[in-house]
């Protein structure tokens, strides 16, 4: 099983419309969770962190679950400059530092 | 302020043929690592640095080595690139404790071994 785990999609959704991402992960002790957006053959950037009590940022909302180990990420009146893959990302802390769990991404495509 | 850079940005090579990928940041953070990306793999950890003259393996750190010899740069070496280490590289950075959200990832290296 992965430790991270996404759809990988893809959701092909008109410009307007609401989509939502599920990610689970597998580590328990995970410690943070982020979501990442890659555009294509670009590096990854960061959209937004995901705290327990959920949280927004515009159109976009993070949720986390940690009792059920899943992240959720709520996208509102999509716009086509959305379409991207977005990345699910678990960080656990180590005696070496922090280390980060990349989900292998959900393919979102906005359409006219 | 560049950020994270990254050359080359695309490279070819023969298999049994070594190389070094650079990777350079000038914001002064402490914690460097380097990412492949494959289809259908998501990013995966090859090396990391927690500061300068210290490095430690990730989840898939054989056929690489690393150095930190200053804050600012972090190469990987491929020793002997065979077909398997084609791949996207990116460099990342970040300062100390901020997990996810510290991290700036360069634009990437695209690799093909032939």
């Known amino acids: 099983r992965k430790e991270v785990e996404q759809d990988p999609g893809p959701f092909n959704v008109p410009e307007g419309a609401t989509v939502a991402f599920n990610c689970t992960y597998s580590?328990?002790?995970?410690?943070?969770f982020f979501w990442y957006r890659q555009d294509c053959r670009k590096e990854p950037k960061l959209l937004m962190s995901v705290y327990s009590s959920g949280n927004e940022d515009g159109r976009f909302t993070a949720q986390l679950n940690r009792a059920s180990q899943y992240i959720s990420l709520l996208i509102r009146d999509s716009k086509l400059s959305d379409s991207a893959t977005y990345l699910c990302v678990v960080r656990q802390l180590t005696g070496g530092g922090n280390k980060l769990t990349f989900g292998t991404g959900t393919q979102l495509k906005v359409e006219l | 302020n560049a950020g994270v850079t990254q050359t080359p940005k695309f490279q070819v090579l023969k298999t049994g043929q070594s190389m070094t990928l650079q990777c350079a940041q000038d914001?002064?953070?402490?914690?460097m690592s380097w990412y492949r990306q494959d289809p259908g793999m998501g990013l995966r950890l090859i090396h990391y640095s927690v500061g300068a003259g210290i490095t430690d393996q990730g989840e898939v750190p054989n056929g690489y080595n690393v150095s930190r010899s200053t804050t600012e740069d972090f190469p990987l070496r491929l020793l002997s690139a065979a077909p398997s280490q084609t791949s996207v590289y990116f460099c990342?950075?970040?300062?100390?404790?901020?997990?996810?959200?510290?991290?700036?990832f360069g634009s990437g290296t695209r690799l093909t071994v032939v």
């Open positions: 990342a950075s970040s300062r100390p404790g901020t997990g996810g959200d510290g991290y700036t």
């Open positions: 914001m002064n953070h402490e914690y």
């Open positions: 580590n328990s002790a995970s410690q943070s």
